[in-house]
């Protein structure tokens, strides 16, 4: 979910931009890395779900209302382990309670359409309730997106559970667009709560390695059973291209850009809900798709795979390359060229390789990746190297206090120190071109 309804605690508070005057930087505990094991099998469930059902609008439409509430379970947790100490006994047990009823919701998943619908609402109102028992001390809570959880979406699930298929199916997208709608709702009452930059993104890019795992998990579950001949083999290796093709976008060019867009922003709220909250659930639906299609084109790679297995494949790749276009201008006003560009190429190639065999397909999309990886490595080489400062390893860290010239780039990897002075125009590489 997103923040409180109203301000947090004095620790939490703080004016809602600028670089200085941060607290130490705040670490991802144990508790949640465990936490995040459950949404592993999750997300394992959701492709699953997607897998068994038709590929079409009705059958995307049935994985995505699934996925929402499975999804803002994990976002809610995170937010509220953020502007909050959680590293203590009383939240420990809240997040593990709220593993719990996660792994109730994914057991529910394959039969969510079923006899599970029930037992998938009660369990998505259980989590809600105890992360607004978490932050019940904080004032307003009621009356903001945690509120809305308890009150509104839960209830929904648990209604829309008891209710034949179509109007389950209405009834949850009501809950889903509820919960997505309440961090823009309540956007006011949100300014005051404080955000700590460097825990979110961390956070975020682990939620979405998490979903690049069912890609391999795709790949490998499929051709475990298969003969492994030198095509399945190729195959996998096409595959495995186009996860790690992702992967790279993602964590080599676009997430030190998104750690710099909420440091430095007016408003971190905001960047938190477009960039994090809203951003990276795109992002692991279009993953999720490329997963559910890799489990459809290994074991046979001289079969033509069909619309719907080609529509997942490229589609998904699509919507996680046009996310970035999306995140580019939310975050710095610009036009990703390269991956909007990228994005345009993969949709409109999908119609032309619906009857070429699965083989042909994967290799097409892994060098279309390659290629565009190859692009956007030399535009970040040439932005780091047009500035005056040198290129740092990466895990570098500039001096406390060091100001950059204006418009020099960031050097690549190194994280922001505190109290570092960045005038108006100084950027990451990664930010100032592939992102």
Known sequence: MSATGDAGPPEARRDAGGVGGEADEKRVTWAELYFDLVFVFAITQVSGLLHHHHHDATGLARALVVFVPVYWCWVGTTVQANIRDVDNLRDRLGILAVGLAGLFMALAVPGAYGGRGVLLGAAYWLARLVL??????????????????????????????????????????????????????????????????????ERFALFLLVALGESIVGIGGTAAGARLDVAELVAVAAAFTISAGLWWQYFVYAADAMRYAVEVADSRRDVVRRIFQYGHLALAAGVIGVAVGFGETVADPWQALGPGSVALLYGGCGLYLLTFGYTRWMMFRKVATTRLGAAAVVLGLAPAVVRLPALAVLVALAVLLVALNVVEHVRVVRAAGSGPAPVAPAGSALPTGAPLPAGAPLPVGAPLPAGSALPAGSVPPSAASAE
């Open 132 to 201: 607004l028992l978490l932050l019940i001390r904080l004032p307003g809570v009621w009356r903001g997106p945690y509120g809305a959880g308890v009150l509104v979406s839960g209830p929904l699930l648990v209604v829309g559970g008891l209710l034949p298929d179509g109007p389950r199916l209405a009834l949850w997208a009501a809950a889903a667009l509820c919960d997505l709608a309440a961090p823009l709702v309540f956007r006011r009452r949100l300014a005051a709560v404080a955000y700590h930059p460097s825990h979110m993104p």
